[in-house]
T-cell receptor, first 116, second 111 residues
Framework: GAGVSQTPSNKVTEKGKYVELRCDPISGHTALYWYRQSLGQGPEFLIY????????DSGLPNDRFFAVRPEGSVSTLKIQRTERGDSAVYLC??????????????FGQGTRLTVV | KQEVTQIPAALSVPEGENLVLNCSFTDSAIYNLQWFRQDPGKGLTSLLL?????REQTSGRLNASLDKSSGRSTLYIAASQPGDSATYLC??????????FGAGTTVTVRA
């Protein structure tokens, strides 16, 4: 696709339920990132994939959060036993690759998760 | 830990006025700095990227400067228009892949 695509755009779930958020990066981008943005704040890093592997998952808040990218393209962020504090906009980004100097990151429209 | 601060948090100007948005960061060991635009309920749109070796970047009415040694960047938007109303975020790239964001400056351009 032309840009980073995230589905669903909005998700309302009940406390304790399991949710999956999907990210389809720009074709050919090997680097993929998940960020979380709470109201009135800037996005915070969650996890970074280079290809299929999670190169850095240090931003995941706890073990209820997990992300996969099995074929090096689409990624899924999974949240178990959701809590009201998980409510936020989850942003996915991709870039061509990562090297010294960095390359431009392109963001999707985000998934707004509301836990009631 | 890299801290990124954006001042002011909000800004309201009449149409036609130039905008000056400030971003400061605590650790000068960055690879690049990006400015993003975010419309309400939307994702981030990249505006400008400045590599650590560069001093500024320009795109149309937008100009961003970078002073790495003092940990500052400034985004200038010339001749503002109501369509420029949005939240502007700056982010610095550290550790080769991890972006650290400021909380943003929300701009309102009054017609």
């Amino acid at each position: 696709g032309a840009g980073v695509s995230q589905t669903p755009s909005n998700k309302v779930t009940e406390k304790g339920k399991y949710v999956e958020l999907r990210c389809d990066p720009i074709s050919g981008h090997t680097a993929l990132y998940w960020y979380r943005q709470s109201l009135g704040q800037g996005p915070e890093f969650l996890i970074y994939f280079q290809g299929t592997g999670a190169a850095d998952d240090s931003g995941l808040p706890n073990d209820r959060f997990f992300a996969v990218r099995p074929e090096g393209s689409v990624s899924t962020l999974k949240i178990q036993r959701t809590e009201r504090g998980d409510s936020a906009v989850y942003l996915c980004a991709s870039s061509l690759t990562q090297s010294r100097g960095g390359t431009e990151a392109f963001f999707g429209q985000g998934t707004r998760l509301t836990v009631v | 830990k890299q801290e990124v601060t954006q001042i002011p948090a909000a800004l309201s100007v009449p149409e036609g006025e130039n905008l000056v948005l400030n971003c400061s960061f605590t650790d000068s060991a960055i690879y690049n700095l990006q400015w993003f635009r975010q419309d309400p309920g939307k994702g981030l749109t990249s505006l400008l990227l400045i590599q650590s070796s560069q001093r500024e970047q320009t795109s149309g009415r937008l100009n961003a400067s970078l002073d790495k040694s003092s940990g500052r960047s400034t985004l200038y938007i010339a001749a503002s228009q109501p369509g420029d109303s949005a939240t502007y975020l700056c982010a610095v790239l550290r550790d080769d892949y991890k972006l650290s964001f400021g909380a943003g400056t929300t701009v309102t351009v009054r017609a």
